[in-house]
């Protein structure tokens, strides 16, 4: 009888320290489960911020080049000198092409100005620094488009740039609205006459036009 209880005490003892390890093999897991929760949290913490600090760094490049005082142009031949130079792309960009045929406005209500007609879309020339980028975002691009509506003027005009920079799931978009303002027959502007500057768009040479951030989001 003896004999059978001792055995009985080591099945016991056995049993306790299977369940012993069971449940330090279960913390461990626990452990290491929130240990990678923690990591992968403050990695994608990491690469929202990188994407969010890339758009919104981009964002007030582009700011500079359409409200910039390299595009506050005194006198119209100022202007065309500097587009002669191929000074301001940008900007001579959306002097050409705002309000001309070729590039609608957008208003969904409105046949032949939704998003399929009015969005364009632009890609980032990163120079020296491509490989770098490469390496901290998988896309970056850049959405541009003009609002209106039937019958508008041209001083109604709200042009929107709206940068996505993304690195594998995460995106991050930043969103600027500029306002139009146009100054009709300024001094030293040359009148209200026409003039083709680019090859393809007639343009006012007595408009002077100034962009103005209205909102970044």
């Known amino acids: 009888m003896k004999k059978k209880a001792l055995k009985q005490k080591e099945g016991s003892a056995l049993l306790i320290a299977i ?24 990695n994608k913490q990491q690469g929202m911020e990188q994407c969010k600090e890339m758009a919104q760094s981009l964002s007030r490049e582009l700011e500079e080049e359409i ?35 070729d590039w609608p406005y957008y208003n969904e209500e409105e046949r032949g100005h939704t998003a399929a007609y009015a969005y364009r879309y632009f890609d980032i020339n990163t120079g020296t620094g491509k490989e770098a980028v490469a390496d901290a975002l998988d896309d970056i691009s850049v959405k541009m488009y003009w609002e209106g509506e039937n019958d508008a003027e041209k ?9 996505t ?47 103005s951030l209205a909102q970044r989001e």
């Open 19 to 42: 369940v012993i390890m069971m449940v330090l093999t279960m913390l461990t897991l626990a452990l290491l489960l929130v240990s990678y929760s923690l990591f992968a949290t403050a």
């Open 165 to 211: 920079c993304q690195k594998g799931k995460l995106k991050s978009i930043i969103t600027s609205t500029y306002e139009l303002t146009i100054d009709e027959n300024p001094a030293n502007y040359g009148g209200a006459g026409e003039e083709m500057l680019d090859g393809k768009h007639l343009i006012q040479t007595g408009e002077k036009w100034t962009f």
């Open 67 to 101: 409200t910039g005082t390299d595009v506050d142009f005194s006198t119209y031949d100022e202007m065309k000198t500097a587009y002669e130079a191929g000074e301001s792309p940008l900007w001579f960009y959306l002097r050409f092409n705002l309000w001309q045929s």
């Open 155 to 163: 001083e109604d005009t709200s042009f929107v740039v709206q940068v």
